[in-house]
């Protein structure tokens, strides 16, 4: 079969998602069955896998499922005990001191405190977090989606402590053959890692900066009542001295310290300085821009979670330090669990582990519940229960709060069974008896041949397919680094620059994840509309794919840039 027409076919399952929740504006739970039939029916009729790889990739599937919903879970059932404990008005009433205009809000609890939650622990955190976090201070279910959506994309190059880069690019590349052409030019592999985080950090820097922006002018152009870009824009001084509270830190971090740290000391940066500037007044807009009253809005815009004045149980105001505490527990227990070593190994190492699923090398999959945000989420909630309620009303706050999060999550499994098995076979494909490249790698090489030297431009494209395949800026890394590496190398052109581009497009790409859009959704009862967060957030992924691909082309073609192996 020509390349041509592998690639097209290792395409289709991803045409097939687009037409379904896109065009024909199914919702996800009727259309990523349809799609997983596809992908199966390629795998055993065109990449020839066995029945048994297939079965072994969906069973591996259903596990990553299991720990995708406990993250929801952990989310949803923090959201739930804080509306029962009171601290939820507590927090609405804070953002109100701080300032009541919506714009504003957004970018403190999705950009500030989102991206410091990337930083911390990826997984999909910053939205699981925020968006019900947003829903419950008033904003629209769909708007506060979307919003969650777009922290994924500057912080994910280095979020969950540098996860994508340490062991996304690290493994996704041949260590061994390209330190032995490193050596030849007096490099180490060490320098050569460093060099990509270095340009991963100023790409996303430059690219991310407008984030913020692109945030509120997309919530007043869907959301608000006179469907105005304008009144976004009208908060971009705002919005664009938050962007550079964080990319600045940021960037500086990257180039100096490491991928580990940029997304945390960014975000922690981005936080303190913006709520500083903010309730001084710096740079904020002239006129106050709020939501339309609840009653005039579309019923898509709402999800099934509410927060009721007579469902709250405290009768006084609680302090904001108490209010927020159960979150500052949270962000806490990320940043230990992720820093050091000693107590990473003690939880991670508490695991449910499946190795070589039905005797299939490669495939293997395991839960860690202390490890994952689920477990750490469902940590701050027993600390709300006991230092926000009083003592007679904590096991009704604990029932009630974890009967109504475990209604929540059952559609958002159902969707989740069908997505993240297909995005398994999607991967293991490689391993079949036609002796074929993996579908990811088909699709990739379509886009190599059809593009030669303008490669750079779509380069960070690539990387972003990977991440809406996998919902994983990790995995699409590990997929194509490599490949990116190889077609930098015959291009004569610097990899380590083609290969940040691989990095910066793949975290861009999280913004489209069909499961993590599924899951964000889960979370403030909103399954069934994906197709509708999916028309949106493309905009910001197109914008940063193709700024990206254009600094790239840049740095290549007009600067000359070069590195150790070009």
């Known amino acids: 079969m020509s390349e041509l027409a592998l690639g097209l076919l290792a395409l289709a399952p991803i045409g097939l998602s687009a037409i379904l929740l896109l065009g024909l504006q199914w919702p996800a739970k009727k259309a990523m069955p349809a799609v997983l039939g596809l992908t199966i029916l390629l795998a055993l009729f065109v990449w020839d896998m066995t029945g048994t790889r297939v079965l072994a990739s969906i069973l591996q599937g259903l596990v990553v499922t299991v720990s995708v919903m ?9 959201l739930n005990t804080l509306k029962f404990t009171g601290a939820i008005q507590s927090i609405r009433q804070g953002f109100a001191t701080i300032s009541p205009d919506r714009r504003v809000q957004a970018i403190i609890i999705a950009w500030c405190f989102g991206t410091f939650l990337e930083g911390a622990s990826g997984f999909g955190t910053p939205a699981a977090i925020a968006a019900p976090l947003m829903v419950a201070i008033g904003f629209p279910a769909m708007a506060a989606v979307m919003i969650g959506m777009m922290i994924q994309s500057t912080p994910v190059s280095f979020g969950a402590v540098g996860t994508p880069i340490v062991i996304g690019v690290s493994n996704g590349l041949d260590h061994a053959s390209i330190s032995t052409k490193l050596q030849e030019n007096g490099w180490a592999w060490e320098q050569f890692i460093q060099l990509i985080t270095s340009e991963v950090a100023i790409i996303h820097g430059i690219v991310g900066t407008f984030m913020p922006l692109f945030m509120i002018i997309m919530m007043t152009r869907f959301f608000g009542k006179n469907r105005s870009w304008k009144e976004g824009f009208a908060a971009a001084p705002f919005a664009i001295f938050a962007g550079i509270t964080f990319t600045l830190p940021y960037a500086l971090t990257g180039i100096f310290l490491g991928p580990e740290f940029p997304a945390l000391i960014g975000g922690l940066c ?6 500083f500037a903010a309730k001084r007044g710096f740079l904020l807009p002239k006129t106050t821009w709020d ?9 898509d815009w709402s999800g099934k979670i509410e927060i009721k004045a007579e469902d709250v149980m405290g009768g006084k105001t609680m302090s904001q330090v108490k209010a927020w505490l159960p979150y500052l527990v949270v962000a806490a227990l990320l940043v230990i669990t992720r820093v050091f070593p000693t107590i990473k190994s003690f939880v991670a190492d508490i695991n449910v ?105 779509i380069s960070p494209t690539i990387g972003a397919l990977g991440a809406f395949i996998a919902g994983s800026n990790t995995i699409s890394n590990m997929m194509f680094s490599q490949f990116q590496y190889e077609v930098a190398m015959n291009l004569q052109l610097s990899p380590a620059i083609i290969v940040a581009a691989q990095a910066v497009g793949a975290a861009a790409g999280n913004m489209i994840a069909i499961h993590n859009v599924v899951a964000a959704s889960a979370t403030v009862g909103l399954l069934g509309q994906e197709g509708a967060t999916l028309r949106k957030t493309i905009l910001p992924t197109l914008y940063y794919v193709a700024v990206a691909g254009g600094l790239v082309m840049l740095a290549l073609y007009g600067l000359n840039l070069t590195g150790p192996l070009a």
């Open 70 to 78: 406990w993250i929801v879970f952990g989310a949803i059932f923090l």
């Open 291 to 299: 939501f339309e009253d609840k009653s005039t809005w579309p019923i």
């Open 270 to 275: 981005s936080l303190f300085v913006v709520i």
């Open 353 to 457: 582990g499946f190795t070589d699923i039905l005797q299939q090398s490669g495939i293997s999959a395991s839960i860690a519940p202390l490890y994952l945000p689920g477990g750490l989420l469902m940590l701050g909630a027993l600390a709300a229960i006991l230092l926000q309620c009083r003592s007679g009303s904590r096991r009704r706050a604990f029932s009630t709060a974890f009967g109504e999060s475990s209604r929540t999550i059952i559609g958002a499994g159902f969707v989740l069974m069908f997505t993240i098995p297909m995005v398994r076979i999607f991967i293991n494909s490689g391993v079949n008896m036609s002796d074929i490249v993996s579908m990811p790698m088909a699709s990739a090489q379509l886009f190599a041949s059809v593009f030669g030297n303008a490669f750079p431009l």
